[in-house]
């Protein structure tokens, strides 16, 4: 049996110490990583043993955690018939727990027992635990307490002396002449705090909190270190902000100090620390991701495409952090939901319902996941919902197209930029196939004659019932899906014609002010007053990743630089220091900022990155 690393076991014996006399919290209630509490310990992908054991009145008592598995199980041994064992857990430092968890009792003839497994983390509510065991054998006893330190490229409690760089990402603040500061690490993503300008006796130390700065209950003072007679200053050792094992990332930092004769402190504002552009969207986007549900709640179609640009990050960056997320999305969401649950609509199984748009986003997303993972039931699965979406190709109704929904009363860009792009795809990764490709190419040639295409090359949204262009408002999304679906097309048939369709969309698209003002991409609804819907404030990331592949079929260097200069742009006015991105990139005006918004700033520094 393995044992855990001396820094581990230092660092939770230390922590152990702190812990204060506690009382027993409320019954526990289930936490769902990537499994559920009480799973069965013969699943565990790892065994440790990261406390000493304990002797409780000739019982040994055990605690056994899998940092594979974030979980921890307790173990009774060489005891008799009725001795107990449990778990307790604490999400507070130690404050309070969750007692009694998975209690067993020893049976008759045997001499030990052992409970069921319980998650140490709970990144949905964006919190770490404490866990020991606890055991009933003529009297009661526990183990250490153990919080398993974070590491990510270095582990908490690392020194100062080994950071790689040293960036300050927002101001110092200063206090009775003492001037705290937050340094980071930005190729580690590592932390610390100083002060100096003062005496002895000053402390400086960080807080860390998983949920920007709204809790940090097992993150405060952090490596609080005070200065020694002598000098002037000191610092604390480098923390991690980013706990890959506990699935929770974009952890946020600040420095915090005391000066010696006074009992009130002083803060730096709030940082998440990443290497990256890309990698920092990435990290404050799955502090949304909910791992209990599998998707971003609470918009279906949106976590779709959210999944995508997550899966194109991975893809382009090489980053494996959030692989397990492509899975948990796919198995908690095949099933069947009733309306209401995630979506207005019922979702019928393998990702479809009535919305024929909403279920192409999810073949979307799996086309893109199997490509990342090679993992074939996602493109079985996207062969599915395809299969689906071509129920309702209708030439009855202005000589072809995909319905918008199932009642049939709309044919409309969005769902047709799907299909198009959809079938393309699904002949690409579809040895042998021709039915694939003949539908593509009829699409290809239906959307270049149905008159959504205006005269100065924009999509319109749709068609009337008249089958004509309904001259409704140009969205950034229509014109991307328009872009990918020729430009995809192309690189299956060589038609130049493709091609040619596709530039011209581009073209368009970043030189008419209806989509681009000053060198940004714009929608109307970025514009004075107005504000994006929930719909809206993705659309934008949907146009980049397909500019993005005309750009590298094309090799223009003009699609390259307007790609950069989004990055850029909103890197530089639409960022806070906890690196949400919002949906104004230009920083102007009434901005707004959620993960949808999130998702489609990743899609464009992914696409610069790449």
């Not at 069965?40 to 009145?57: G, I, M, W, Y």
């Not at 073949?363 to 919902?385: F, G, P, Q």
């Not at 009855?396 to 079938?423: F, H, I, M, P, S």
Request: with cysteine.
């Amino acid at each position: 049996m393995s044992r855990l690393p001396g820094l581990l076991l230092a660092a939770a014996l230390a922590f152990a110490a702190l812990v204060p006399v506690a009382t027993p919290a409320s019954a526990a209630t289930q936490v769902c990583v990537l499994a559920c509490d009480t799973l069965d310990p013969s699943q565990a992908r790892q065994e440790t043993f990261p406390v000493p054991d304990k002797d409780l009145n000739g019982r040994r008592l055990e605690l056994h955690v899998s940092d594979a598995d974030d979980m921890a199980w307790a173990g009774i041994d060489d005891g008799v018939t009725g001795d107990s064992v449990w778990l307790d857990r604490s999400w507070d430092g130690g404050a309070t727990w969750e007692g009694l968890l998975g209690k067993a009792s020893i049976p008759g003839t045997w001499t030990g027992t052992r409970t069921l497994m319980y998650n140490i983390t709970d990144p949905r509510n964006h919190r770490r635990g404490l866990v020991r065991a606890c055991g009933d054998a003529a009297g009661v006893g526990c183990t250490n307490w153990v919080h398993p330190a974070v590491c990510d490229t270095l582990c908490d409690g690392t020194s100062a002396g080994r950071a790689a760089g040293d960036d300050q990402p927002v101001p110092s603040t200063t206090l009775y002449g003492r001037t705290i500061r937050l340094h980071v690490d930005q190729p580690d993503s590592m932390a610390w705090a100083s002060i100096d300008s003062g005496g002895a006796g000053d402390e400086i130390w960080l807080d860390r909190s998983w949920d920007g700065g709204s809790t940090w209950p097992d993150g405060s003072s952090l490596g609080r270190t005070a200065t020694p007679s002598g000098a002037t200053g000191t610092r604390t050792a480098m923390y991690a902000t980013r706990d890959p094992r506990g699935l929770l990332y974009g952890g946020a930092v600040r420095a915090c100090g005391r000066e010696a004769s006074h009992n009130e402190g002083s803060c730096t504002a709030w940082v998440r620390p990443a290497a990256t552009r890309a990698r920092a969207a990435a990290d404050a986007l799955m502090t949304s991701y909910d791992p209990y549900d599998g998707w971003w709640p609470s918009s279906w179609w949106n976590s779709a495409a959210t999944l995508t640009s997550l899966v194109d990050f991975a893809r382009t960056t090489g980053t494996h952090d959030y692989d397990w997320a492509v899975a948990r999305t796919f198995d908690r969401n095949k099933g069947a939901f009733a309306a209401g649950v995630r979506s207005s609509d019922a979702i019928e199984g393998d990702f479809v319902s009535r919305s024929i748009d909403d279920s192409g986003w999810w073949a979307i997303a799996w086309i893109d996941a199997y490509d990342y993972t090679h993992d074939h039931r996602y493109l079985d699965e996207a062969v599915t919902i395809a299969d689906y979406v071509q129920q309702y190709w209708d030439t009855g109704t202005c000589g072809g197209g995909v319905w918008w929904d199932r009642e049939r009363t709309y044919k409309n860009a969005v769902t047709n930029g799907q299909y198009l792009w959809l079938t393309t795809a699904l002949h690409q990764r579809i040895p042998g196939d021709t039915v694939w490709l003949q539908r593509a190419t009829t699409s290809a040639a239906w959307f270049k004659a149905s008159g959504m295409i205006g005269p100065s090359g924009l999509v319109n949204d749709g068609l009337t019932s008249a089958c004509a262009n309904n001259g409704s408002t140009v969205w950034s999304y229509n014109q991307g899906l328009a872009i990918g679906g020729f430009t995809e097309l192309w690189r299956s048939t060589g038609d130049t014609s493709l091609l040619t369709t596709a530039r011209t969309l581009a073209d368009a698209a970043i030189g008419n002010p209806a989509l681009t003002v000053g060198g940004v991409l714009t929608e109307s609804c970025d514009v004075g007053t107005a504000s994006c819907d929930d719909n809206q404030k993705q659309f934008k990331g949907i146009f980049m990743r397909n500019l993005a592949d005309l750009a590298t079929a094309t090799g223009s260097g003009t699609y390259r630089s307007y790609v950069q200069k989004q990055a850029d742009t909103l890197w530089a006015q639409d960022r806070t220091s906890l690196n949400a991105l919002g949906e104004r990139w230009a920083g102007t005006g009434r901005n707004q900022s959620d993960w949808r918004t999130q998702a489609s700033a990743l899609g464009v520094l992914t696409a610069a990155a790449g």
